[in-house]
Structures are given as structure tokens and as C-alpha cells.
């Protein structure tokens, strides 16, 4: 398939070409799965109405099942088909263009998928709000997967981030097409739709296994191997919701959120905290429950906080249950709120040691008072108790092995959350003076591990220049080599003794990259293999022979002193001038013919072939790989994820480059396990998904951007 005729089914722009066969197989390999779960779905739904039939109370609930029986056979009968075009109309419309003027779909009400069925009324149809709360709900019945796929589809199509209605293989197209051919039957409004929403809710228990084998897929595909972990969307939503009418006559909490989590309200929010009602009394509350009492009052009601909650639990959440957002004022029930949904997202993510979310959690108190005196902490990504908590949790993700509670590590995060717990009150300062000596040790780690690594550095810079060398000397000789005119002895000699020769000539002169041109030694030995390479050509004139003769003793005391001045030891040398007599020999028993005589051999300056690009980078005009892209963007102090065959992962830090970038050298946090890797070893296993660039996103700047979209949306 031409990339012309990809891009006219698609309509992606030329420079994501390379992801638009991908994006072609996805649309396929989604609509397929779609389709046989669709007919099951037919079947199933067509016995489960006959017993209902049977069952029916009335005449008229009876009718309407077989008409609805009758409709879904009809369905059933095309629908391989139908969906297929279907689909792939919905496909299109959404891969033109990434950019959707308006969200296709939003949150809708609590309608279920039909646990027991319930005929529509045909007045109460409203088309677009239907397939809104179904895409929404077959959305949140796969939304972990959904939002994986969704990140990588935008990725393919050139945007940082699509909305659920743009994705042309997601639940609001698979939806839309389904609504189309319920719409096309000759049936009523409602049995349409209740046709419609049964289908849909079959679908349901279908989408998660679906989605979750098309990212397989595409990790297959190399895109995107690693999409960072995203806040579960809905537990915001969720808590506002809640307050939303719980108290008469106070603002609607969406403008709330609009008004005090944005940078320009904090910037101007000169309000102090102390002034808005209710709000001293929640935080002397506060300050008792830090400082561990129990039984305290606040709005006529006693909190404690919660004895059974482990140390990864939400201590918020369990006094929001208890009642306290509710004795709060609206600004303060939000925070409230709000900073409960950080710390569940906080707790959900996988990739933070368990150890080291306790002593996150450790800090939630701390961290709502804060939030309620400065609502800059929601929008400020530089503030001191965000880069904290940030950087504990990027400092745990990145420790090799277990977290213990001996470790230096958990020592260091342990000092600064017990320091903030005994501390804080109203002066925000501990949280930058925490900060300041968590990086310091931080810095000390990770300058001591660059210490020990640095002990190989030497040793890997020689090394690379012994590659390099060699490089050179293979690319001299790759045009001899490829010469199958050569006896196999001199082809031999050449690969395996001569390119030594010729890299240790260059290895003596520095070389790294071009062929040392001036150096008299490499000089002699490519004027010596030129003459070693025509000697052993037939001779067909007696002019080549007599030539043969004259210059064979200066050929081999040549030979013989490039040899010796790289270490070649005596056996290999007289083993091969002994093959090298008999490939004379057959030289000369060539038959003499009237011919010109060949070409005489190169000048001694030139080399046989000129020299390609510095090995390890791509030769200009070629188009980099994904892999060779993300090698380039590596620098020192990059992490980077290493898988083993039996998927144990190893965080590593990039701690040197070698000056050519053919050597990489990594170690883990500790300064422990030292790992080099040569550029082609890398390479390989980016490509083979044995290594990933680890995702260096801050928690908190992640989770707050996620749960305040949400809150904005």
C-alpha cells in the first residue's frame, strides 16, 4: 500500500507517514474484534428475549419483545458488514483531521447497560444525548486502556493529546456507527434504541480485552512502549458531584475550581486564610489531628483520624466519609476534595515502592493545610511541597531493587517527612528547607555514584579507540574483501591479520574517524596489501610476471614488518606466506594471452575505499530510526529502564558518554552494578523493547494536571 494512497485514507499529515500502515492495522484488527463480539452478542440477546417473552405478563410486553426479537435478527443478519462499513466511515471522519471542534461526548447520567431489561419511550429519545452516555459508559468500562490507546493514536497523529470523540478507533466511534445501523431498520424510536443500548452493553465487557491487545499491538509496532501512567478519570468528578446541591445557596463547585486553581487566581489571591469563615477552626482541627490526638470538634461534630488505615491509606478520604468537607466552607471542602483525589491517585500509581507512598502519606495532613492557606500549590509547579513530593517519588522509582527502611534513601525521605510532621503549623518554609536537603542528598548520591563509575572511563575510552580504529581498517579493506577474485587465503590474511595491521597504524596516529592519510606506516601498509592483492591476480602477460618478480622481496619484508610492528605472532606469519607461495604459484600458471596489461594498482595515499561516516552515527540522508532518535536524546543524568528475559526491570543512570558516542556507561542510584553498552548493543535493545527512556514526568505535576482537566472539563 502506497504512502499516497495511506494518506488519502487517513488524512494524517506527511510527516507521521510512518505510523499510518499502524494506525490502518489498528482500525482493522479493532473492527474485527468488534464484529465477532457483536455477532456472539446477536445470538446470546435473541435467547435471553424469548424467555422473556415467554415470561411476559401482558400481551403488550410480549409484542414489543418479538418486535425487538425481530429487529436485532435483522441487525444480526449484516452485521459483519454493516459494522465493517460502518466503522470505517466513522474512521475517516475522525483520522482527517485531529482537532474536533466540540467534545463528542460527555459525562451522562447513571443509565446502566440494561441489568433488567427496559423498553424506551419513544418520547424520551434524544439521539445525541444517547450515544453521549453510551460512549461515556462503554469509555469507563475499559478506561485504563482506553487511555493508553488514546495517548498512542494521538501520538500517531502528529497531536500531544486528542479528546475521546477524535479518536477514530474509540468507544465514541464504535457508537456512533452502531446508532447508524440501529437507525437504518424500519423499527420505532424505541425499540431502536433499546436495541442500540444492548448491543452497546454487551460491548461493554468485550472493550477492555480489546483495547488492552491493540496496545500490545502497538508496543509491537514500537509506539510509544511507554505511556506514562494517567489519574484514573472519575473520582474528582465523583466528589463534586456530591457537594453539587449538598448545600443550598452556595456557588457551584465547577466555578469554584475555575476561580482558585488557576495561576492567574493564585497570582492575584491576596485573601488571607484566616479571614474566610469557619476556616481557623478546620485548621486548629487539623493541627491536632498532625499532631495525633483524637477526638476533636469541629462544626458540632468529633473526627478522629482513622486507626485502621494502613500506610498506604487515604486519611482525607476517611474524613471526608466522616463528614468533615461537608462542616467546611466551600472553598475549603473543595481543597478538601481535591487534595483526597491527589492522594488516591498518588496511591494508585504502580510505579512508587510501597514504602515509599507510606511516607507520602505521611504527609497529607501537612500538605491540606498547606493547599488551604496557598492555592498557588495547585497551579505553581516550582512550589517547595510539590518538588518534594516529587522528588521522593521520582527518587523511589528510580532505586534499583527493593526500598527497604534501612536504606540510605528511605533514611534521607524519612528524616524530612518526620521534620515536616513536627514542624509545620503555618510557616510554609520547613517545606523548602526539607526540599533543599533531600536534593543535597540527592546531589552527594549521586556525584559519589559518578565516582565509582568513573573508574571504567578510561578503560572505555580505550576502548573505543581500539573500535574506532578498527572501523577504519575494516573500511579500508572492504573492497578487497568483496573482491571474490582473491584466493580465500588472502581474503582471510586480509580480515583477520591485515585490518589489525591497519588498525593499529591507526590507533598509533589518533585517528578516530577518517583514514590517517599522513602517517607513514598506515601509508606502507595499504601500498603493501595493494601489491599483496595484485600479485596474487593471474599473470597473463609476460610483463606482469617479470613485474611479479622484481617487486615480490619488497612486498614481503612489507608485509612481514606490518605484521610484526601488530604483535602478529611468528606461527600465523610463516602460516601464511607458506599458503601465500602455492596462491603465487597458481598465479603464474595462468595462461599467457596478448592483453593489455591491468590497471596499475592505486596510489600509496589512497585507500582502497573511502572511509564512511563516524562509526555509531547515521550517514547523512538516511532516515534515523525511533531507536536511533531516542539514543541521540540521551544525556547524562538520563534514566533509562532495562528489561531481562524475565521482565525484572533495572533502573539505570546514564553517568558517560564516550567522546564519539559509540559507548555508553550506566549505573544505578547507588553508584552500584555498572553496566556498558556499546551504541549497536543499545540500539538493539530499544528495538527489541529490552530498553526504555524512563518516564521522568513528576508525579504530583501529573496528577494535578489530570485531576484538575477533569474538574475543568
Same mark, same amino acid.
Given at each position: 500500500?502506497?504512502n499516497?494512497?495511506l494518506?488519502?485514507q487517513?488524512?494524517v499529515?506527511?510527516?507521521?507517514? +510512518?505510523?499510518?500502515g499502524?494506525?490502518?492495522?489498528?482500525r482493522d484488527?479493532v473492527g474485527?474484534?468488534?464484529?465477532e463480539?457483536?455477532?456472539?452478542?446477536?445470538? &446470546?440477546?435473541?435467547?435471553?428475549?424469548?424467555?422473556?417473552?415467554?415470561a411476559?405478563k401482558?400481551a &403488550?410486553?410480549?409484542?414489543?419483545?418479538i418486535?425487538?426479537?425481530?429487529?436485532?435478527?435483522?441487525?444480526g @443478519?449484516e452485521?459483519?458488514?454493516?459494522f465493517?462499513t460502518? #466503522?470505517?466511515?466513522?474512521?475517516? *471522519?475522525?483520522?482527517k483531521?485531529?482537532?474536533?471542534?466540540?467534545?463528542?461526548?460527555?459525562?451522562?447520567?447513571?443509565?446502566?447497560?440494561?441489568?433488567?431489561?427496559k423498553?424506551v419511550? *419513544?418520547?424520551?429519545?434524544?439521539?445525541?444525548?444517547?450515544?453521549k452516555?453510551?460512549?461515556?459508559?462503554?469509555?469507563?468500562?475499559?478506561e485504563?486502556e482506553?487511555?493508553?490507546?488514546?495517548t498512542?493514536?494521538?501520538?500517531?497523529?502528529?497531536?500531544?493529546d486528542?479528546?475521546?470523540?477524535?479518536? $477514530?478507533?474509540?468507544?465514541?466511534?464504535?457508537?456512533e456507527?452502531?446508532?447508524n445501523?440501529?437507525?437504518?431498520?424500519?423499527a420505532?424510536?424505541g425499540l431502536?434504541?433499546? @436495541?442500540?443500548?444492548?448491543?452497546?452493553? /454487551?460491548l461493554a465487557g468485550e472493550?477492555s480485552?480489546?483495547?488492552?491487545?491493540?496496545?500490545?499491538?502497538l508496543?509491537?509496532?514500537?509506539?510509544?512502549?511507554n505511556?506514562?501512567?494517567?489519574?484514573?478519570?472519575?473520582?474528582?468528578?465523583?466528589r463534586?458531584?456530591?457537594r453539587?446541591?449538598a448545600?443550598?445557596?452556595?456557588?457551584?463547585?465547577?466555578?469554584?475550581?475555575k476561580?482558585?486553581?488557576?495561576?492567574?487566581?493564585a497570582?492575584?489571591?491576596?485573601?488571607?486564610?484566616?479571614?474566610?469563615?469557619?476556616?481557623?477552626?478546620?485548621?486548629?482541627l487539623?493541627?491536632?489531628?498532625?499532631q495525633?490526638?483524637?477526638?476533636?470538634q469541629f462544626?458540632?461534630q468529633s473526627?478522629a483520624?482513622p486507626a485502621?488505615?494502613?500506610?498506604?491509606g487515604?486519611?482525607?478520604?476517611?474524613?471526608?466519609e466522616?463528614?468533615l468537607?461537608?462542616?467546611?466552607n466551600s472553598?475549603d471542602?473543595?481543597v478538601?476534595?481535591?487534595?483526597?483525589?491527589? #492522594?488516591?491517585?498518588?496511591f494508585d500509581?504502580?510505579?512508587?515502592?510501597?514504602?515509599?507512598?507510606?511516607?507520602?502519606?505521611r504527609?497529607?495532613?501537612?500538605?491540606l493545610?498547606l @493547599?488551604?492557606?496557598?492555592?498557588?500549590?495547585?497551579?505553581?509547579r516550582?512550589h $517547595?511541597?510539590r518538588?518534594?513530593?516529587?522528588?521522593?517519588?521520582q527518587?523511589?522509582?528510580?532505586?534499583?531493587?527493593?526500598?527497604?527502611?534501612?536504606?540510605s534513601?528511605?533514611?534521607?525521605? &524519612?528524616?524530612?517527612?518526620? /521534620?515536616?510532621?513536627n514542624q509545620f503549623?503555618?510557616d510554609?518554609?520547613?517545606?523548602a528547607?526539607?526540599?533543599?536537603?533531600?536534593?543535597?542528598?540527592?546531589?552527594?548520591q549521586? /556525584?559519589y555514584?559518578?565516582?565509582?563509575?568513573?573508574?571504567l572511563?578510561?578503560r572505555?575510552?580505550?576502548r573505543?579507540?581500539?573500535?574506532? @580504529?578498527r572501523?577504519?581498517?575494516e %573500511?579500508?579493506m572492504?573492497?578487497?574483501?568483496?573482491?571474490?577474485e582473491?584466493?580465500?587465503a588472502?581474503?582471510?590474511?586480509?580480515?583477520?591479520?591485515?585490518?589489525?595491521?591497519l588498525?593499529h597504524?591507526?590507533?598509533?596516529s589518533?585517528?578516530?574517524?577518517? +583514514?590517517?592519510?599522513?602517517?607513514e606506516?598506515?601509508?606502507?601498509a595499504?601500498?603493501a596489501?595493494?601489491?599483496?592483492?595484485?600479485?596474487?591476480? $593471474?599473470?597473463?602477460?609476460?610483463?606482469?610476471r617479470q613485474?611479479?618478480?622484481?617487486q615480490?622481496?619488497?612486498?614481503?619484508?612489507?608485509?612481514k614488518?606490518?605484521?610484526?610492528?601488530?604483535a602478529?605472532?611468528?606461527?600465523?606469519?610463516?602460516?601464511?606466506?607458506?599458503?601465500?607461495?602455492?596462491?603465487h604459484?597458481?598465479?603464474?600458471?595462468?595462461p599467457?594471452?596478448?592483453?593489455? $596489461?591491468?590497471?596499475?594498482p592505486?596510489p +600509496?595515499?589512497?585507500?582502497?575505499?573511502?572511509?564512511?561516516?563516524?562509526?555509531?552515527l547515521?550517514?547523512?540522508?538516511d532516515?534515523?530510526?525511533?531507536?536511533?532518535?531516542?539514543?541521540?536524546l540521551?544525556?547524562?543524568?538520563?534514566?533509562?529502564e532495562?528489561?531481562d528475559e524475565?521482565? &525484572?526491570?533495572?533502573?539505570?543512570?546514564?553517568?558517560?558518554?564516550?567522546?564519539?558516542r559509540?559507548?555508553?556507561?550506566?549505573?544505578?542510584?547507588?553508584?552500584?552494578?555498572?553496566l556498558?553498552?556499546?551504541?549497536?548493543e543499545l540500539?538493539?535493545?530499544f528495538a527489541?523493547?529490552?530498553?526504555?527512556?524512563?518516564?521522568?514526568e513528576?508525579?504530583? %505535576?501529573?496528577?494535578?494536571d489530570?485531576?484538575?482537566?477533569?474538574?475543568?472539563?
Open positions: 500500500m502506497t499516497e494512497h494518506s488519502r487517513t488524512g499529515p506527511d510527516a507521521f507517514r +510512518p505510523h499510518q499502524v494506525l490502518l492495522e489498528c484488527f474485527q474484534r468488534v464484529r463480539a457483536l455477532a456472539r452478542s446477536v445470538g &446470546e440477546l435473541r435467547d435471553e428475549l424469548q424467555a422473556r417473552r415467554l411476559a401482558n &403488550e410486553e410480549a409484542q414489543k419483545l418486535e425487538l426479537q425481530a429487529l436485532l435478527h435483522t441487525i @443478519a452485521i459483519d458488514r454493516t465493517s460502518g #466503522f470505517e466511515d466513522q474512521f475517516q *471522519e475522525r483520522a483531521t485531529s482537532s474536533v471542534a466540540s467534545t463528542f461526548y460527555e459525562d451522562g447520567s447513571e443509565m446502566g447497560f440494561f441489568p433488567e431489561l423498553l419511550d *419513544e418520547t424520551e429519545i434524544d439521539t445525541t444525548i444517547a450515544v452516555n453510551l460512549a461515556t459508559r462503554l469509555e469507563r468500562a475499559c485504563a482506553n487511555q493508553d490507546l488514546q498512542r493514536v494521538a501520538f500517531m497523529l502528529g497531536e500531544n486528542i479528546d475521546g470523540a477524535a479518536n $477514530p478507533i474509540g468507544p465514541a466511534a464504535i457508537c456507527a452502531l446508532k445501523i440501529c437507525w437504518e431498520q424500519d420505532s424510536g431502536r434504541a433499546t @436495541a442500540l443500548e444492548l448491543l452497546v452493553g /454487551r472493550m480485552t480489546v483495547y488492552h491487545d491493540v496496545n500490545a499491538l508496543v509491537a509496532r514500537r509506539v510509544m512502549p505511556v506514562r501512567p494517567r489519574a484514573r478519570r472519575g473520582k474528582a468528578s465523583q463534586m458531584a456530591a453539587k446541591g448545600l443550598p445557596g452556595e456557588p457551584d463547585p465547577s466555578d469554584l475550581v476561580q482558585i486553581f488557576t495561576a492567574k487566581a497570582a492575584v489571591e491576596k485573601s488571607d486564610w484566616r479571614q474566610r469563615t469557619g476556616t481557623p477552626d478546620l485548621m486548629q487539623l493541627n491536632g489531628l498532625q495525633g490526638q483524637g477526638d476533636l462544626g458540632g473526627f483520624l485502621d488505615v494502613d500506610a498506604t487515604n486519611i482525607i478520604s476517611a474524613l471526608i466522616a463528614g468537607s461537608k462542616q467546611a472553598i471542602g473543595i478538601i476534595d481535591v487534595v483526597a483525589t491527589l #492522594f488516591d491517585y498518588i500509581d504502580s510505579r512508587v515502592p510501597d514504602a515509599m507512598k507510606g511516607l507520602i502519606g504527609l497529607q495532613i501537612p500538605v493545610k @493547599a488551604m492557606m496557598d492555592h498557588g500549590f495547585f497551579s505553581n516550582t $517547595p511541597a518538588r518534594l513530593i516529587n522528588s521522593l517519588a527518587a523511589s522509582v528510580t532505586w534499583d531493587g527493593p526500598l527497604a527502611e534501612d536504606s534513601l528511605y533514611r534521607a525521605a &524519612e528524616g524530612a517527612v518526620v /521534620r515536616i510532621q503549623a503555618e510554609a518554609s520547613v517545606f528547607s526539607c526540599l533543599q536537603e533531600f536534593e543535597n542528598y540527592l546531589t552527594e549521586e /556525584r555514584a559518578d565516582e565509582r563509575a568513573a573508574t572511563t578510561e572505555l575510552k580505550e573505543e579507540r581500539i573500535d574506532l @580504529a572501523k577504519i581498517g %573500511d579500508a572492504a573492497d578487497h574483501l568483496a573482491n571474490e582473491l584466493p580465500a588472502v581474503r582471510d590474511f586480509i580480515r583477520d591479520i591485515w585490518t589489525r595491521v588498525a597504524a591507526a590507533l598509533e589518533g585517528a578516530t574517524s577518517t +583514514p590517517p592519510t599522513n602517517s606506516r598506515w601509508t606502507n595499504i601500498t596489501i595493494a601489491d599483496l592483492v595484485w600479485s596474487v591476480l $593471474p599473470k597473463r602477460s609476460m610483463e606482469e613485474r611479479m618478480v622484481k615480490l622481496p619488497v612486498m614481503l619484508r612489507n608485509l614488518a606490518g605484521m610484526t610492528a601488530a602478529i605472532d611468528e606461527v600465523r606469519q610463516k602460516a601464511f606466506f607458506s599458503e601465500l607461495v602455492q596462491c604459484a597458481a598465479a603464474l600458471k595462468a599467457l594471452v596478448a592483453a593489455p $596489461p591491468p590497471a596499475p592505486p +600509496p595515499n589512497a585507500p582502497a575505499r573511502r572511509a564512511g561516516p563516524l562509526p555509531g547515521q550517514p547523512i540522508g532516515d534515523p530510526t525511533p531507536e536511533m532518535l531516542e539514543l541521540d540521551l544525556t547524562r543524568g538520563s534514566w533509562v532495562l528489561r524475565s521482565g &525484572e526491570v533495572r533502573r539505570v543512570r546514564l553517568t558517560w558518554i564516550s567522546p564519539a559509540t559507548m555508553y556507561l550506566f549505573a544505578n542510584r547507588q553508584g552500584q552494578r555498572a556498558a553498552l556499546t551504541r549497536a540500539t538493539r535493545r527489541s523493547g529490552e530498553a526504555s527512556t524512563a518516564d521522568q513528576p508525579l504530583l %505535576d501529573r496528577v494535578v489530570d485531576v484538575l482537566d477533569e474538574l475543568r472539563g
